[in-house]
């Protein structure tokens, strides 16, 4: 058996059985052992950034790894920006980069870089397989550094003649340690807090968010009036109908510092003390106001659910959790705008969806909006480094094949990425692609006042000194001339697509998405916000 051979079939062993790949010459005795290992299943994507991201979304929703094939380190760098997402998720990911052969890197091939350095950065685990007996060994460590919690970027390099040589044997699943228990004395400290009479905040992260951590949180905030909040960008939450409905910390440090300005006590379950996203002139860095203590319950390699569990029972015992009642917006009429777009979403999300969240500003209304949907799964944009939203929900399909997908995406992040969708069509995924056709990058319209870089005008948009953003500027925040036509690139790359104008249309073309297995897009033409 080659080490390509054995390497799979120790994947396939530990439960790694869904391989996102974009190969290249180093990496075809990889690609010829699939068929030996008709166990892992190998999906194309066309751009390593959709591997990296579909890899993220399939182990934020199964909580395993899925592994990502890449080119060398030019693939790598390309799938780095959804790597860092992944990072930041702490998600479960297997990277495998193919390289020269051992012999060849000296002879500096046009392809030869540097892998480990640009590997290290989004990397939690890093080896690189030295020899064909080492490849199912090797594949088992990493398997097992990605699943320890809070879960992580595991890279193996894989060399070419590492990949074609004899000698491979497919190795067992390493057992993985399981989140560790939180010392009690965070508990004590913790539950004293709650018990100071003071004003205290949870803030959940991780899988705090998940039902049993929400359900425990939740019951410490009924039986003692302490406020819930979620991270600003959750891997994952769980919400809807029947669960404890949380509110996100905000984008904006201005909304976030008043949602943080009460407490004394801030107790941390899963989620980092909360800082402000970038730095602004003469703007603390810091959202934890200074007259407010700082407890960690649990980090996110631990286990907060139990925690939670543990400090319910201590300091709230008869309490019981609140639930989101059921309730769903009315459908809508007039022209289309995003705050309408969110009410249809919320009207007709299907129980048990998947939502890929990349809508950025277009976006604001969809919590509210959706918040009363049968229960369902909210994925967010963790690490910032847009383009992740296709990609997830790619993943995020796969994973879960009987689960319905939306992808509301931001037109200008869905470009980063948007060959996703020829995967979304070539594999039939059940995923609804939303696009909120604002025509710019809204949001850097906004930061460019917000960082002082542009006073407001008189009339309330940006300006250099309040004269009004120069034409170079405008130039590098609008997606005009030409118009982006989404419903072309859906078309082109094999997903039926249709563009709606008024609400009635796109409330008809997303009961038809729906309905209709498949992926779908439909290319909502909304005005900016701002
Ligand atoms: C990988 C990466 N490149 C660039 C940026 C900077 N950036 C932040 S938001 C944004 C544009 C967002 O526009 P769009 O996705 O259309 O959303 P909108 O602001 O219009 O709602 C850009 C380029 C980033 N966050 N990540």
Do not use: K
């Amino acid at each position: 058996m080659n080490g390509a051979q054995a390497l799979i079939r120790t994947l396939t062993g530990c439960g790694v059985d869904t391989c996102f790949s974009n190969p290249g010459t180093s990496e075809m005795h990889f690609v010829a052992a699939l068929d030996a290992v008709p166990e892992m299943h190998a999906v194309l994507c066309l751009f390593e950034g959709t591997a990296t991201g579909a890899a993220d979304g399939y182990g934020r929703m199964r909580d395993r790894p899925a592994a990502a094939l890449l080119h060398l380190g030019p693939g790598l760098a390309n799938g780095l920006a959804n790597l860092h997402n992944a990072r930041r998720a702490h998600t479960p990911v297997l990277t495998i980069v193919g390289d020269h052969a051992t012999y060849h890197s000296r002879l500096d091939a046009p392809l030869e870089s540097d892998i480990e350095s640009l590997a290290r950065p989004v990397s939690g685990w890093f080896r690189r397989t030295a020899a064909a007996a080492l490849a199912g060994p090797d594949a088992a460590d990493a398997v097992a550094a990605a699943s320890r919690p809070p879960g992580r970027v595991a890279t193996l390099v894989l060399p070419a003649d590492v990949s074609w040589s004899d000698g491979g044997e497919p190795a067992p699943a390493r057992l993985t340690r399981p989140a560790t228990p939180v010392p009690g004395a965070a508990i004590d400290a913790a539950a004293a807090a709650l018990r100071s009479g003071q004003p205290c905040l949870l803030l959940l992260g991780g899988t705090a968010l998940r039902a049993a951590g929400l359900a425990a949180a939740s019951q410490v905030a009924q039986g003692t009036g302490a406020r819930l909040l979620a991270e600003t960008f959750p891997a994952r939450l769980e919400r809807g109908a029947g669960l404890p409905a949380v509110d996100r910390l905000a984008y904006l440090a201005e909304f976030a510092a008043s949602q943080l300005a009460s407490p004394r006590h801030l107790i941390l379950a899963g989620a980092r003390a909360p800082v402000s996203f970038f730095a602004y002139p003469g703007q603390p860095s810091s959202l934890v106001p200074a007259d407010c203590q700082v407890h960690v319950l649990a980090e996110p390699g631990e286990d907060v659910p139990t925690a939670l569990a543990a400090l319910a029972s201590e300091v709230a015992p008869a309490a019981r959790p609140l639930p989101q009642p059921a309730q769903r917006p009315a459908l809508p009429d007039g022209d289309l705008t995003a705050e309408r777009a969110a009410a249809v979403l919320g009207a007709l999300l299907p129980e048990g969806a998947i939502v890929s969240d990349e809508a950025n500003t277009s976006g604001l209304w969809l919590p509210g909006a959706t918040a009363g949907a049968p229960p369902h799964d909210w994925l967010t944009l963790t690490g910032g480094a847009i383009g992740q939203g296709l990609p997830l929900a790619t993943g995020a399909a796969i994973a879960c094949p009987d689960r319905p997908v939306l992808a509301l995406e931001a037109d200008g992040s869905a470009m980063y990425t948007i060959s996703a969708l020829w995967t979304h069509a070539r594999a039939q995924l059940d995923i609804t692609t939303v696009i909120f056709s604002n025509r710019c990058y809204a949001i850097l319209g906004m930061e460019l006042t917000r960082v002082g870089a542009a006073a407001p005008a008189p009339g309330g948009a940006a300006g250099n000194g309040g004269a009004g953003v120069g034409r170079a500027a405008q130039d590098l925040l609008e997606l005009t001339r030409p118009d982006l036509d989404f419903t072309a690139l859906a078309t082109g790359m094999g997903v039926p697509a249709r563009r709606a104008q008024t609400t009635a249309e796109f409330a008809a073309a997303l009961r038809h998405a729906l309905a209709e297995p498949g992926p779908h897009l439909i290319e909502a033409l909304i005005p900016a916000l701002g």
